[in-house]
């Protein structure tokens, strides 16, 4: 910390680490914390390979099956449990509700952003147009997705955006 600053604690009642908190350290969970990050790493280094075939069967089959996709950081370094998509001509928020209403489960934005209906500020950082960023959706698979829950979007997400498209204000100019 900077040398004067006097940082003001959230909770009272004791003088541990030079009065900035009470109480004594929670050593079971501290512990608990440590084995849980122990064995999430076993599963990422099991796990993310598999997950990450997902994800780009997941792409493929959608950039195969509906024109008008854009795959946001192709060629960069990503996660492979996520992918994040612009199907242009559908409004993001309504393909989000679609898809809710089919069993398909999307996000649009960041994590960190749920529920804000505003195109996400990093894809407009990165240089995409704001209608393009307002059609964008994020896939996000974990360690229990599998091919046949893959090949079910496949089928789903390729008429729900014709349908979206199709009902688009742009649609009738």
């Known amino acids: ?97 679609s898809l809710d209403m089919k069993g398909v489960a999307v996000s649009s934005g960041a994590a960190c952003k749920a529920g804000s209906s505003h195109p996400s500020h990093v894809l407009l950082a990165m240089g995409v147009p704001r209608e393009i960023a307002q059609a964008a959706v994020r896939f996000s698979l974990g360690r229990c997705s599998t091919e046949q829950e893959i090949d079910r979007v496949l089928e789903i997400v390729p008429a729900v955006v014709q349908k979206l498209r199709a009902a688009s204000p742009a649609a009738a100019s």
């Open 1 to 97: 910390m900077k040398r004067g600053f006097k940082p003001v604690p959230l909770q009272f009642g004791g003088e541990h680490e030079k009065g900035r908190r009470p109480g004594t350290e929670n050593v079971p969970a501290i512990v608990g914390l440590g084995k849980a990050s122990e064995l999430a790493r076993e599963e990422l280094d099991q796990n993310g390979p598999r997950i990450g075939r997902l994800r780009d069967r997941l792409e493929t089959g959608l950039l195969e099956r509906v024109p008008g996709v854009v795959r946001h950081g192709q060629g960069a370094p990503r996660v492979p449990n996520t992918s994040h998509l612009s199907f242009v001509g559908a409004e993001g928020e309504h393909l989000i509700l």
